[in-house]
């Protein structure tokens, strides 16, 4: 029994590191680093992080694979993907480091931190009205593992926190608008809007100037969802007259950021380079072993995709 990794070693650790938290955690599997494949039958697992599956072997005895990447559009498509079962490798109660990032820039928002670094930059000792928690709505786009966490921390600290889903969520412990007819419903009240959403046909772009105009005047976005989220230009229109207050930015197209990309000097945007989270070799080879020992013993993946859904 073996796993196939392709890419993981190249953005995550080291051959090196790999092989020794292998031998550590799964110690009878073999595990094989590509373009080093061997025999492909007695490949049954296949992690990966963006995999070009023009140039990975048929693997004719493939039970699953494993990606790293929270968003699947680059490859979901692709005429060569195996067709076995898909799973994030994903912590089953979210990633403290996702956690971290939203509720940061959420409070750095919150609390007029750019305004008070532009000032602090100018030498003005001013001091900006304090809105307190209860008054600013937080909307999270997308309420899966990983919006869920922040979401409650947020709640914890006095905001009215609310999500919006494709489907309804009747046990989430916030509010949940669902569907295209209630976007708007939702956009209305949500001062600060943070996106967790998957890239679909449905929702690239949905950050525009339409759905920027259905936020309340002053509203901030966080998105960590995709960079085709959000129409650049629009953001930028909506920043330069006021409808929006602040932008942070940690997902873009293309990446990196082209030196001449507008983003980089507009003075209510926070650019980031795609760093909300970055898990450990051990804490992958963890989700990895997890769910391998669910497969062989007769489970399903504990995070599994829905390859027609695209995510």
């Not at 992080?49 to 694979?65: E, V, Y």
């Not at 229109?237 to 940690?250: H, R």
Request: charged share 20%; hydrophobic share 45%.
């Amino acid at each position: 029994m073996a796993l196939l990794l392709v890419n993981l070693d190249r953005m995550i650790g080291d051959a090196p590191t790999w092989r020794a938290t292998f031998a550590e955690m799964l110690p009878d599997m073999e595990l094989r680093i590509f373009p080093d494949v061997g025999d492909p039958a007695k490949i049954e697992y296949l992690a990966f992080m963006r995999p070009d599956f023009g140039i990975i072997p048929a693997l004719p005895n493939l039970k699953a694979m494993f990606t790293r990447s929270a968003g699947v559009d680059s490859f979901i498509h692709h005429p060569n993907l195996p067709q076995v079962p898909l799973g994030k490798l994903e912590p089953s109660g979210g990633d403290p480091m996702m956690t971290e990032y939203v509720v940061m820039h959420v409070l750095r928002f919150h609390r007029n931190m750019p305004e008070y670094q532009e000032r602090q930059a100018r030498r003005e000792w001013h001091r900006v009205a304090i809105t307190r928690p209860e008054e600013r709505r937080v909307g999270f786009l997308g309420y899966g593992m990983m919006a869920t966490a922040p979401a409650l921390v947020l709640k914890s600290l006095g905001f009215p926190v609310s999500a919006w889903t494709r489907t309804p969520k009747p046990d989430a412990e916030v509010p949940v608008f669902h569907g295209d007819d209630q976007l708007e419903s939702f956009l209305n009240q949500t001062d600060i809007a943070v996106c967790l959403l998957p890239l679909t046909k449905e929702t690239e772009g949905i950050f525009c100037a339409r759905t920027f105009a259905m936020m309340p005047k002053g509203a901030m976005l966080v998105n960590v969802g995709r960079g085709k989220h959000v129409v650049t230009d629009d953001l930028i229109a909506a920043l330069d007259f006021g409808q929006l207050t602040y932008a942070a930015l940690d997902a873009h197209v293309p990446e990196p950021l082209l030196p001449e990309s507008p983003l980089w000097s507009h003075p209510k945007i926070t650019v980031m380079p795609h760093v909300a989270r970055r898990p450990t070799v051990a804490q992958l080879v963890t989700e990895i072993a997890a769910n391998i020992q669910s497969l062989e013993t007769g489970g399903g993946l504990l995070q599994e995709i829905d390859k027609n859904a695209g995510y």
